[in-house]
Structure formats: C-alpha cells, structure tokens
C-alpha cells in the first residue's frame, strides 16, 4: 500500500508486536516471514517499524494497549486499581488518534497479535 507506513505494515507490526508479548512461538515464523520480505516491498519508515516490531518495541501508545491488556480484569482488579492512565479504553483512545489511520491498523493488529497468542489452535498455524 501507499503512505509512510501502509495500512497493512501497521497490522503487521501490531500483530507481531502483540505476539511476541504474548510470548507466542508463532511470532517467530510470523517475524521471518516479514523481515525476509520487507527490503522490496515497503517504505524505510515501515521496515524499521516491522523490525521493531518483531523485536517486541512499539511506539508508546501501542504500548500502553498493550500494558492494559495485561492487567488483570475484573470487579477486584477495578476496586485496587480506579481509572488510571493504563487502562485499556484510554490507552485505545490516545492510538486511534496516531496518525491518519496508523493507530487504527496498529490497534486492529493488536488485537489480532493478542487473539492469536490466546487462542493458537483456534487461529491455526502462522508459522
């Protein structure tokens, strides 16, 4: 795609990056793949956030998604830990709002990435 950073390169990067801090082995195939493709087929700008992506760092909005995901949930969690800035809803908020449509995909790929690492068999093999 066209851009800075493509829309699919940005769901690249939030799966890979969901994955691998998920601990998910199938980030290891998943981050071949790309990084074997990556030279001929994006922007610099994109390559360096796949590369990144794939050694787990994120810019800091995608990262405190991904914090939030984390954190424990339920009625116990909520009564020890009232609104903070790493909940999840504020923390989707502020990446929706990266770029023009950067945060979205970014998000989507999150969402995907965390999918995958909780539920491998159902998502079937990515490696």
């Known amino acids: ?3 800075l950073t493509p829309a699919g390169d940005d ?11 998920a601990g998910s082995p199938a980030a290891d195939g998943l981050g071949a793949a790309v990084l074997d493709r990556v030279r001929e087929r994006t922007t610099r700008l994109s390559a360096a956030l796949l590369a990144a992506a794939d050694a787990g ?16 949930r339920g009625a116990d969690a909520r009564a020890e830990r009232p609104h903070r800035p790493d909940d999840l809803a504020w923390a989707a908020h502020r990446l929706l709002g990266v770029g ?11 969402a995907v990435g965390a999918a995958h690492a909780l539920t491998p068999a159902a998502s079937g093999s990515m490696g």
Request: charged fraction near 10%.
């Open 100 to 110: 023009h449509t950067s945060g979205w995909y970014l998000a989507a790929g999150l």
């Open 11 to 21: 769901l690249l990067a939030g799966a890979l990056a969901a994955m691998r801090a």
């Open 1 to 3: 795609g066209s851009g």
């Open 57 to 72: 760092a994120v810019i800091p909005e995608a990262e405190a998604v991904l914090r939030a995901l984390a954190q424990p």
